[in-house]
């Protein structure tokens, strides 16, 4: 069974500063993508970025980056130039190309500092 | 991008009642829809994967008679709490993939009393 865990419940970063988030994963599978989505306060999940599994290049969108080690299982989100509207809850998640399933990890709020 | 509605935004009822949430696909279609549920603070955990025409395959824990499933068309899958209890109270929240992307219904706040 695929896994995924952040191990910081909850992180801080000054207005205009970078900021990092952890997740790792496991899985035995071959062909999978990882997500970072951003929950706010109303609940709706935000998809921040996705990185396929098969691609070396690391995702980046704008402000957010991703740090992917395949082979340790690591799938960190950068957040450049923090901004006070960052400020929410930020799940990790595993999909499975063969059942299309999320699996989530235990979510970091993250607090934006003016 | 693609669009998930989900109805109720919100739910109360009395204990012992059911209440259905539907998910809809709004401009494409979902043979796959998924169902979560997130208590406060909490992550989403996965409790069922709905399949048009088909039964919904739970994931192991999930109470499959508490919660039924019905994906009848390829653009809607209802989830029916039966016999609803407080302890079923939560926020659930459903999603279906299109094009290697899920897309997520807005969630339905239910609360049991």
């Known amino acids: 069974a695929q896994t995924v865990t952040q191990s910081q419940p909850e992180m801080s970063v000054q207005e205009a500063e970078t900021v990092t988030l952890s997740c790792t994963y496991d899985t035995s599978e071959s062909d999978y993508y990882l997500f970072w989505y951003k929950q706010p306060p109303s609940r709706q999940m935000i998809l921040v970025i996705r990185?396929?599994?098969?691609?070396?290049q690391n995702a980046t969108e704008n402000r957010f980056s991703v740090n992917f080690q395949k082979a340790a299982k690591s799938f960190s989100l950068k957040i450049s130039d923090s901004q006070l509207g960052d400020a929410a809850m930020y799940f990790c998640a595993y999909g499975s190309s063969n059942t299309g399933k999320l699996i989530f990890g235990q979510g970091t709020t993250l607090q934006v500092k003016p | 991008g693609a669009v998930v509605s989900q109805h109720p935004s919100w739910v109360i009822c009395k204990s012992g009642t059911s209440v259905k949430i539907e998910c809809r696909s709004l401009d494409f279609q979902a043979t796959t829809m998924f169902w979560y549920r997130q208590f406060p603070k909490q992550s989403l955990m996965l409790m069922a994967t709905?399949?048009?025409?088909?039964?919904?395959?739970?994931e192991q824990g999930v109470e499959k008679d508490k919660f039924l499933i019905n994906h009848a068309s390829l653009t809607l899958s209802t989830l029916t709490v039966t016999s609803a209890h407080p302890e079923d109270s939560s926020f659930y929240i459903c999603?279906?993939?299109?094009?290697?992307?899920?897309?997520f219904g807005q969630g339905t706040r239910l609360t049991v009393v």
């Open positions: 709905s399949n048009e025409g088909s039964k919904a395959t739970y």
């Open positions: 999603s279906a993939n299109h094009r290697a992307e899920a897309f």
């Open positions: 990185q396929e599994a098969y691609k070396q």
